[in-house]
C-alpha cells in the first residue's frame, strides 16, 4: 500500500512539474521588419531576453518591401511588425502598393522619429543635381517617398515635373538602385546611409530636421489578432517598453548588441551610430508614439497621398489602449 501511494505521490508530483513547465513555455511570435539599426530595441529584447521574461518567444524575419510585408501580415504568416507609419495609413486607405479586404493593421508603439536621410550619389552634390534624374522609393504612394518628395519640394525641386520616380522596396534596394545607377538620389536607413558616406556617397539632408516632427518606424499588429490574443499583445507592448528604455539606459551594451548585428562598422562608427539612434529624430522614448509626427504624416499624405483632401483622425491608424494596459500593468 505504502508503495502505491509513494508511486501516485511521485506521479502527481511529476504531472504538476510537467504542468508548471508547459505553462511556462513562451508562445512563439512571429515578427517582420525591414532592415537597418532602428531594429536595435527588437534585437535587444530578443538577446536581453525581455521578450521571453513576458512569455513569448520572438522570431525576427527582414521583409523585401512593403507589399511583400503587409501581404504576409494579413495572411497570417506574422503577427507583429515594425514598419513606416506612413504605410499603415497608406494600406488602410487602400492606397498602398497592394489592395486587402479586411485591412486592420494599427500602430501600437513608436519606433523611431524619422531616422532617415536623404542620399545621393557622389556625382549628385547637391539638391538641384537631381533635376532631370531619378529618385528610389519603396511604394510610390508611401512610406518615406511622401517625406523624400516634400523635402526636394522644399528645395524647390517639384514631383512630376524635375525628376523621375521607380519604385524598388527596401532599404537595401534602393541602396542597390543607387550603387548601379538606376536612381540617384533615395532615402536611407541606418546604418546604410553612414556606411554609403563613407564610400563617397553625400548625405544631403536628414529626415527628421526637414519635416519638423514626425513618426518613422512603429510597432504594429492587426486589431483581429490582438482581440485574440491579448495576454501576448500585452505582453510584446511591455518587453518593447522595456527595450526603449534599456538601449537609453546601457550605450555600451547596446553597442556591443549593434556589433553582433551591424557588419562593417569600426567601434567609433558604431558609437556615432549609438549616438544618432538616441539622438534628435532617433528612436522613441518608452517606444511612445509621437502623436505629433503622425500629425505631419497625415498632412505630407493629404499632399502626395492618391486620395487628396482633409486630414482624416490619426486614432483611424493608432491603437494606445494597448500601450496604456502594458504601462499600468494590466
Known sequence: MNRMISGLALAAAMALTTGAAFAQTPT????????????????VAVEKGLFEKEGVKVTMDQTPGSAEQFRDIMAGKYDFASTAFDNIVAYTEGQGAAKFDNFDVVA?????????????????????DIKGKTVSVDAVTSGYATVLYQILQNKGILKDRDYKIIS?????????????????????ASPQDLQAKAEGYNIL????????????????????????HEKEALALARAIMAAHEW??????????VLKTRTKGMSDADLSALYDRLTGPGGLNKGAAINMEGVGTILK????????????????????LSIAERARAGK
Open 205 to 228: 539632408a536628414e529626415a527628421s530636421v526637414e519635416v519638423g516632427a514626425y513618426q518613422g518606424s512603429a510597432y504594429a499588429l492587426r486589431k483581429s489578432w490582438a482581440k485574440d
Open 247 to 256: 538601449v537609453f539606459a546601457n550605450k555600451q551594451a547596446a553597442v556591443e
Open 28 to 43: 512563439p511570435i512571429r515578427m517582420i521588419s525591414f532592415g537597418g539599426a532602428t531594429n536595435l530595441p527588437a534585437w
Open 300 to 319: 505630407l499624405r493629404s499632399v502626395y497621398g492618391e486620395a487628396k483632401g482633409p486630414v482624416p483622425d490619426p486614432k483611424k491608424y493608432v491603437d
Open 168 to 188: 524598388v522596396g527596401s532599404t537595401e534596394a534602393r541602396m542597390k538602385s543607387l550603387r548601379e545607377n538606376a536612381a540617384q538620389m533615395a532615402i536611407i
Open 108 to 128: 501600437i508603439l513608436g519606433v523611431h522619429s524619422g531616422l532617415n536621410s536623404v542620399l545621393s550619389r557622389p556625382e549628385i552634390k547637391k539638391f538641384d
